[in-house]
DNA sequence: TTCCCGTGCG
DNA sequence: CGCACCGGAA
């Protein structure tokens, strides 16, 4: 409706534009922690080998992992760019899944209430930062959990949300604060769009021309410009 | 701040 | 070819 001005009316053009979004792509939570760790700064289409490679060998579960030789693993996660430091990122998870004793069925163990201390667990495991301890718990287990990404930031800052320097959690608790407590569908509906949004139209290079928030969007109103000036 | 790294697009 | 990619650690 007209009258919103914050996030929740660039979530309201947004779903008008790409329709009701679900998301994280993944067959299981374990699928969708993996995809968290192989996703770091890396495109979404070369996860999608790795965890291809994964499936093929019959991979996507903590125990065949952990029983992998690391070069093995290694192998497979290659497709997805610094694979090395992945390896070791997603054996640490595994580890720390298996001394949960979660690895079957990681959703279980999460309720609302003990988000603050699972949050914690998760960044003390090497190799999950804020975003990828949110993604789990957001998109693995279904937790009401603002996740804030580079494209988040992007967005929010062009369209006039977000100033420049906060951190993670400062521009989380600006979301935060329009969303209704306790919803993780409009969470998970919300940062699956900011992607969506990120990867087709509010590029490093923008494309406002064709963007569904062209106009409401201080960027696109004012130094977008739809080609370079001609050459002098 | 710099490094980690393969991949597909412009 | 060069650039950017649903970051995090050193």
Same mark, same amino acid.
């Given at each position: 409706? %007209?009258?919103?001005?914050?996030?929740?009316?660039?979530?309201?053009?947004?779903?008008?534009?790409?329709?009701?979004?679900?998301?994280?792509?993944?067959?299981?939570?374990?699928?969708?922690?993996?995809?968290?760790?192989?996703?770091?700064?890396?495109?979404? %289409?070369?996860?999608?080998?790795?965890?291809?490679?994964?499936?093929?060998?019959?991979?996507?579960?903590?125990? @065949?992992?952990?029983?992998?030789?690391?070069?093995?693993?290694?192998?497979?996660?290659?497709?997805?760019?610094?694979?090395?430091?992945?390896?070791?990122?997603?054996?640490?998870?595994?580890?720390? $899944?298996?001394?949960?004793?979660?690895?079957?069925?990681?959703?279980?163990?999460?309720?609302?209430?003990? @988000?603050?201390?699972?949050?914690?667990?998760?960044?003390?495991?090497?190799?999950?930062?804020?975003?990828?301890?949110?993604?789990? $718990?957001?998109?693995? &287990?279904?937790?009401?959990?603002?996740?804030?990404?580079?494209?988040?930031? #992007?967005?929010?800052?062009?369209?006039?949300? &977000?100033?420049?320097?906060?951190?993670?959690?400062? @521009?989380?608790?600006?979301?935060?604060?329009?969303?209704?407590?306790?919803?993780?569908?409009?969470?998970?509906?919300?940062?699956? &769009? &900011?992607?969506?949004?990120?990867?087709?139209?509010?590029?490093? #290079?923008?494309?406002?021309?064709?963007?569904?928030?062209?106009?409401?969007?201080?960027?696109?109103?004012?130094?977008?410009?739809?080609?370079?000036?001609?050459?002098?």
């Amino acid at each position: 409706m %007209r009258g919103e001005n914050g996030w929740l009316a660039v979530f309201r053009t947004l779903q008008e534009a790409f329709g009701p979004q679900e998301w994280w792509p993944a067959q299981s939570p374990f699928e969708v922690m993996v995809g968290a760790i192989l996703t770091q700064n890396t495109a979404w %289409r070369n996860v999608e080998k790795a965890i291809a490679n994964l499936r093929a060998a019959d991979a996507l579960s903590v125990a @065949v992992i952990l029983a992998l030789p690391e070069s093995d693993l290694a192998e497979l996660l290659r497709p997805s760019g610094f694979y090395r430091i992945k390896t070791k990122r997603l054996l640490a998870l595994c580890q720390f $899944l298996e001394a949960q004793g979660v690895g079957a069925v990681p959703e279980q163990i999460a309720r609302q209430a003990a @988000v603050p201390a699972l949050r914690r667990d998760l960044l003390a495991v090497h190799g999950v930062g804020e975003e990828t301890a949110d993604s789990i $718990l957001l998109y693995a &287990l279904g937790l009401p959990v603002m996740v804030v990404d580079t494209y988040t930031r #992007r967005i929010g800052g062009r369209v006039g949300l &977000l100033g420049d320097h906060l951190s993670y959690t400062e @521009v989380q608790a600006a979301i935060e604060a329009e969303l209704v407590p306790g919803d993780a569908a409009v969470r998970n509906a919300l940062h699956a &769009l &900011l992607v969506s949004l990120g990867k087709d139209y509010c590029r490093p #290079r923008p494309r406002c021309d064709t963007c569904p928030l062209n106009t409401r969007c201080a960027y696109a109103a004012g130094r977008c410009r739809p080609r370079q000036p001609e050459q002098p």
